[in-house]
C-alpha cells in the first residue's frame, strides 16, 4: 500500500479561494443591507463595524489550523498555525456536502473547535478519502453520554 493511501490520513490545509469568497460575498451583502436600512448615524456605524470585525475574524479563523490527522481510533491531530500540535476527537455534530466537509472537534481541554475545509483546501484525493471516512464512521466512536450537550 502506497503511503498515499495509508491509514492514517494526513492533509495540509491551504487557504481556501471559495471560503474567502464565501465571506467576502456574505459581508458584503450585510454591508448593502446596511445601506438600505435606515438607521441612525451611530447605529449604521456601530453596524458597519461589528460586519467589518465579523470578517476579520472569519479570515482568521480561516487559517487557524495549517494540518491535521486523522488515526484509526477517532483521534486527531491538529497543527495550529503557530505549529503547537493540538488533541482533538471528532464530534456527531461533523458533517459534509459536495464541496465542503464541517469538522467539529473536541479538544484534550473540552473545547469545541470548527474546521472548515473545502475541496480547493486539499488534494482531490485526500478531500474524497475524507469523505469516505465520514461516511463509514461508526456511530460507537461517540459517547452518547459526552455528546449529550449539543
Known amino acids: 500500500m502506497s503511503k498515499e493511501f495509508a491509514s492514517p490520513l494526513v492533509a495540509k490545509l491551504k487557504p481556501s479561494k471559495q471560503l474567502l469568497q464565501f465571506h ?3 459581508h458584503l451583502l ?3 443591507a446596511i445601506d438600505y436600512v ?3 448615524l451611530f447605529f449604521a456605524v456601530a453596524c458597519l463595524s461589528l460586519i467589518a470585525l465579523s470578517f476579520i475574524f472569519s479570515i482568521r479563523q480561516m487559517r487557524r489550523y495549517r ?3 486523522w488515526l484509526d481510533n477517532n483521534k486527531w491531530h491538529l497543527l495550529n498555525s ?3 500540535q493540538q488533541d482533538a476527537q471528532l464530534t456527531p455534530m461533523s458533517f459534509f456536502i459536495n464541496h465542503l466537509v464541517v469538522l467539529v472537534l473536541r479538544l484534550d481541554d473540552g473545547k469545541k473547535v470548527s474546521v472548515l475545509i ?3 483546501a486539499v488534494n482531490q484525493e ?4 475524507l469523505k469516505v471516512k465520514l461516511t463509514m464512521i461508526k456511530p460507537s466512536y461517540f459517547s452518547t453520554a459526552e455528546d449529550s450537550e449539543f
Open 24 to 26: 467576502l460575498l456574505t
Open 82 to 84: 503557530s505549529n503547537e
Open 126 to 129: 485526500v478531500f474524497r478519502r
Open 67 to 69: 494540518q491535521f490527522t
Open 118 to 120: 473545502t475541496k480547493d
Open 30 to 32: 450585510a454591508l448593502t
Open 38 to 40: 435606515q438607521l441612525d
